[in-house]
T-cell receptor, first 117, second 113 residues
Framework: GAGVSQSPSNKVTEKGKDVELRCDPISGHTALYWYRQSLGQGLEFLIY????????KSGLPSDRFSAERTGGSVSTLTIQRTQQEDSAVYLC???????????????FGPGTRLLVL | DQQVKQNSPSLSVQEGRISILNCDYT??????FLWYKKYPAEGPTFLIS?????DKNEDGRFTVFLNKSAKHLSLHIVPSQPGDSAVYFC????????????FGTGTRLKVLA
């Protein structure tokens, strides 16, 4: 009974390097979300995938951030030319359906802790 | 502009007593609200939710109250247990239009044994 899984759990990188973060959603969940939590902040929405529809990238903070979801399942969040302000916990969530109402609860993975030196 | 606010960054409560965590929102389009609990080094865990058609939802020791006119919700934990010590986030969404949750900044609850 797998929940949402993310890898790696921790990532330390040097400023300017690229990183890839992976998310495996709950099987059968059609919607996938990426959030990030910076120190002392709430969860900030980044991007959303629903089935085969084009993703909503409105929350991505800059064009250094991109994400893809292959085969409607696994998703990869890529950060190019990392900066120190990218240091945060990156959380992935999935839900059975998209939307913000009842019955569309998002379930979160454990997160990837990214530290950019 | 923070649409969801948790004004108390921390709260300490004695074991067995009631914990009350508060959350305020500004967007009148929000009609679905959730509370998540987060332990260190883990992702947020769904706790309880409430739709705007209700003003109270109860699940065991956890009760969420919604006051739409005040744009305020609260989470009551009775009785509080040491295992409840965690960071609690409230989140809000609109069932029409947006799909993303807007989260507050969290309240760290410490239940003292």
């Amino acid at each position: 009974g797998a929940g949402v899984s993310q890898s790696p759990s921790n990532k330390v990188t040097e400023k300017g390097k690229d990183v890839e973060l992976r998310c495996d959603p709950i099987s059968g969940h059609t919607a996938l979300y990426w959030y990030r939590q910076s120190l002392g902040q709430g969860l900030e929405f980044l991007i959303y995938f629903q089935g085969n529809s084009a993703p909503d990238k409105s929350g991505l903070p800059s064009d250094r951030f991109s994400a893809e979801r292959t085969g409607g399942s696994v998703s990869t969040l890529t950060i190019q030319r990392t900066q120190q302000e990218d240091s945060a916990v990156y959380l992935c969530a999935s839900s059975l359906q998209a939307g913000g109402g009842r019955g569309k609860t998002q379930y979160f993975g454990p997160g990837t802790r990214l530290l950019v030196l | 502009d923070q649409q969801v606010k948790q004004n108390s960054p921390s709260l300490s409560v004695q074991e067995g007593r009631i914990s009350i965590l508060n959350c305020d929102y500004t967007n009148s389009m929000f009609d679905y609200f959730l509370w998540y609990k987060k332990y260190p080094a883990e992702g947020p865990t769904f706790l309880i939710s409430i739709s705007s058609i209700k003003d109270k939802n109860e699940d065991g020791r956890f009760t969420v109250f919604l006051n739409k006119s005040a744009k305020h919700l609260s989470l009551h934990i009775v009785p509080s247990q040491p295992g409840d010590s965690a960071v609690y986030f409230c989140a809000a969404s609109a069932s029409s239009g947006t799909y993303k949750y807007i989260f507050g900044t969290g309240t760290r609850l410490k239940v003292l044994a």
